[in-house]
């Protein structure tokens, strides 16, 4: 169902029940359903109401128990179906009807997930909330392509930026190019070039290690590496589609040793193919 049925979504299964209901923020994770935390599957299992995003795996969906009206009312790029305002405002109707509204989205509500703006709006109408935190992509993703965020030696840290912000202008590029440690952009795959370009130009080493992760922690999960200054031409040359994480930093050379995912992946894949051919 879609985020114009939720609009006009009216039932309401406690009219009688004086008592206002309340909203959950909930981070689904990176995609695997096995990566939810066992607070955000009860939720789940407990709400009135669904509302998802599209970073929402399929394999989490169908974990939404059939008898819950589930909604979704994710943003794609430049085709967002249902504005933030009407979300944050519907959000908080629901609830003062008495519904219990498990509202779920990809990763963390917190780390550009605009979960701050929900909760702002339930606060103000003074409807409970309740936050409960997933794995963000830069941590589940990195972690299934075998690049650890910090490493003893290698690096002490690490910077979250959006590559997809209202004001582009608020990052300073200089400082992330001086930063010496590891950089991850999400939502940075139409911006590639020109998040190379700036690293380089404010004195990042243009072979800086940097990589692509393209459907992190999930079956198809792809993990592209290469150098800073070749990012756009390895999105482009891989196709690379939403969702893709970018990693720049010494960690991305970690992957040779510490990939795990892929050979398992393999591993699995071809146990199959033999089932298959011996069936
Ligand atoms: N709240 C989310 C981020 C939402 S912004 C979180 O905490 O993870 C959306 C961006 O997150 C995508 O454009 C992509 O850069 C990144 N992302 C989310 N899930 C991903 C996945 N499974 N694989 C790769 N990147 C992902």
Redesign the pocket.
Known sequence: MSANDVVRFKTNPKASNAKPGKVWLV?AG??DPDLLTVKALRVIQQADLILFDN?V?QAIRDLFPSSTPAFYVGKIKDAHSIPQEQLNELLVEKALQGLNVCRI?????????R?GEEMLRAKQEGVEVELIP?????A??TSYAGIPLTHRGVSQGCTFV???AERELGVNWNSLAHLDHTLV?????SKAEMISSNLITEGLAADTPAAL??????PE?RVIRGQLHELASMVERESVK?????VVGDVVKLADSLDWFKPLMDQTNSQKQIQKLSA
């Open positions: 981070g990176p995609g970073l795996s989205k990809g990763g963390d509500a917190f780390v550009f997930g979960g997933g794995i963000t992509a830069a589940g993703c959006t590559g997809h952009f999400y939502m940075g795959l992760i393209e459907n992190g922690c999930c999960q939403s969702p893709a994480l970018i």
